[in-house]
């Protein structure tokens, strides 16, 4: 087109849009951002780990933070939130939801009511590839009020494509054919499969089960050629910890799955969250070298606490299994490697009206041992680095998206004020609540 069709064409819809409802690609949607937004007068924790700075003012410019300024100094004008006596903090980062098991409607739901609760953005490790690209253009474009999100191609072992979740998020294909559920065995053309699973939007890999390490390292090498970052449980079966680390993925999955380093490997998956917690502790030498790995290789730590402590069935092995994956996650940390925060689901609706990111920040706090520094940075900051998405996001610095959320009481005096919500501001715009 043209630029004097342009012109003519934005005349006319200058007319149009004073008579009826606006049309068009770039007017669907939430309504913009303000111009300009200013929370004035706040005390900042910005999640680059800096000590919390009093009487602050975050200056956002369409939708992203332009400057933070002592209050007082900041521009007249402006849509002013008013930021005295309260804390601000970068909008929380979900780094291990699944959003897709359920009906659109449901997933549009659980969305809304993460977001309304302080999740500006979230990592959906494994599901229905479709229908999460489809969410995350809707979030993108405003249809919905959701988080940020992104999402992962998962690849497993032949022998995983049974599960009935697998087989429900991949309708349509036969199992394992899936481009966002690939079954991959020693014949497979990885670089062609890696390929494919770039295809679907995702912006990472996840290594689910059913691997042996020579196909996880083939798998490793082809990512990093392609540049797409990789996710694994943190036994994917045969394939240990120490091979997955070997491979140089980003980040393991459950704490409670490193156990598996210490003991013989089990040939049936399913049974993988019953490892050899007595026989193996989370300080013997041999869990502390993968620690080491993956402290010495940069490769994050998703614990998922609050699940294995609270959101599955008490079994025999419960109480063993928390303690240890508490006392390996507290280590990890002391050992400097990076903890990523995930729920592995997002929102708990009928047992508590914000979403779990609170919880697991909560045990990652009283559990873990973290400070709740350690712990908000591990659901900001780590989780957008681990991601490779903290150019724009994770932390409230300038040029950054203006994710913040705004409480009532300071969360570096007890992690659970996170639950007190003033505010929550994604892209520069007050959500409803
Ligand atoms: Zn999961």
């Given at each position: 087109?043209?630029s004097a069709?342009?012109?003519?064409a ?5 007319l149009?849009a004073t ?5 068009g690609?770039v007017?669907r949607?939430?309504?913009a951002?303000p111009?300009v937004?200013?929370?004035r007068?706040?005390t900042?924790i910005?999640?680059t780990g800096?000590?919390?700075r009093?009487?602050?003012?975050i200056?956002?410019r369409?939708g992203?933070?332009?400057e933070?300024?002592a209050a007082?100094g900041e521009?007249a004008?402006g849509t ?15 780094a291990?939801?699944?959003v ?11 969305l809304?009511?993460a977001l309304a609760?302080g999740?500006?953005?979230?990592w959906?490790?494994a599901?229905d590839?479709?229908?999460?690209s489809?969410?995350?253009r ?5 249809e ?7 999402y992962?191609a998962l690849?497993?072992g032949?022998a995983?494509?049974s599960?009935p ?12 054919e899936a481009?966002w559920?690939?079954?991959?065995t ?9 390929a494919?699973?770039r295809g679907t939007g995702a ?6 089960a059913a691997l042996?390490g020579?196909t996880v390292?083939?798998i490793?090498d082809e990512a ?7 996710v ?9 910890p120490?091979?997955l680390v070997a491979a ?6 459950h704490?409670a799955y490193?156990v598996?380093?210490?003991?013989p490997?089990t040939?049936d998956?399913?049974k993988?969250a ?5 026989g193996?502790p989370?300080?013997s030498?041999?869990?502390?070298r993968?620690?080491e ?5 940069n490769?994050?730590l998703?614990?998922?606490l609050?699940?294995f ?6 079994d025999?092995?419960s109480?063993?299994r928390t303690?240890?994956m508490y ?8 050992l ?5 925060a995930g729920?592995?689901?997002i929102?708990d ?5 914000l979403?779990?990111?609170h919880?697991e920040?909560?045990q990652?706090?009283t559990g873990a041992?973290?400070?709740p520094?350690?712990?908000?940075q ?7 680095r681990?991601?490779g998405v903290?150019?724009?996001v994770?932390t ?7 994710d ?5 009481a300071?969360p570096?005096d007890d992690?659970?004020?996170?639950r ?8 520069g715009?007050a959500?409803?609540?």
């Amino acid at each position: 087109m043209t630029s004097a069709r342009l012109a003519l064409a934005g005349v006319a819809c200058g007319l149009i849009a004073t008579l009826s409802a606006p049309t068009g690609a770039v007017q669907r949607g939430a309504p913009a951002p303000p111009k300009v937004l200013v929370v004035r007068d706040v005390t900042v924790i910005d999640g680059t780990g800096a000590a919390a700075r009093p009487h602050q003012s975050i200056v956002v410019r369409d939708g992203q933070i332009a400057e933070i300024v002592a209050a007082g100094g900041e521009p007249a004008g402006g849509t002013i939130v008013d930021g005295a006596g309260r804390f601000a903090v970068p909008g929380l980062f979900d780094a291990h939801v699944h959003v897709t098991g359920g009906t659109r409607e449901e997933a549009v739901d659980e969305l809304k009511r993460a977001l309304a609760g302080g999740v500006t953005s979230v990592w959906d490790l494994a599901g229905d590839g479709r229908m999460a690209s489809e969410l995350a253009r809707e979030a993108l474009v405003g249809e919905i009020e959701a988080p940020t999100i992104y999402y992962v191609a998962l690849m497993a072992g032949p022998a995983f494509f049974s599960d009935p979740r697998v087989i429900g998020a991949s309708r349509g294909f036969a199992p394992g054919e899936a481009p966002w559920a690939q079954a991959i065995t020693p014949a497979t053309d990885v670089a062609r499969a890696v390929a494919i699973a770039r295809g679907t939007g995702a912006t990472s890999l996840k290594l689910y089960a059913a691997l042996d390490g020579d196909t996880v390292r083939r798998i490793g090498d082809e990512a990093r050629r392609q540049g797409v970052r990789i996710v694994a449980h943190a036994t994917v079966f045969p394939a240990k910890p120490s091979d997955l680390v070997a491979a140089g993925v980003t980040m393991l999955a459950h704490a409670a799955y490193l156990v598996w380093e210490g003991s013989p490997s089990t040939p049936d998956f399913t049974k993988r969250a019953n490892g050899d917690f007595a026989g193996v502790p989370a300080d013997s030498p041999v869990i502390e070298r993968v620690l080491e790995g993956m402290r010495d290789r940069n490769i994050a730590l998703n614990p998922t606490l609050w699940i294995f402590a609270e959101g599955l069935p008490k079994d025999d092995l419960s109480a063993l299994r928390t303690s240890w994956m508490y006392a390996v996650t507290k280590r990890a940390a002391a050992l400097g490697v990076s903890i990523v925060a995930g729920t592995d689901r997002i929102i708990d609706a009928a047992n508590d009206p914000l979403p779990l990111i609170h919880r697991e920040l909560e045990q990652l706090a009283t559990g873990a041992g973290l400070k709740p520094m350690q712990a908000l940075q591990a659901a900001t900051r780590n989780a957008a680095r681990t991601l490779g998405v903290d150019a724009k996001v994770g932390t409230i610095e300038p040029g950054k998206a203006a994710d913040i959320l705004l409480l009532d009481a300071n969360p570096l005096d007890d992690i659970k004020n996170t639950r007190k919500i003033r505010a929550v501001i994604k892209g520069g715009r007050a959500v409803p609540r």
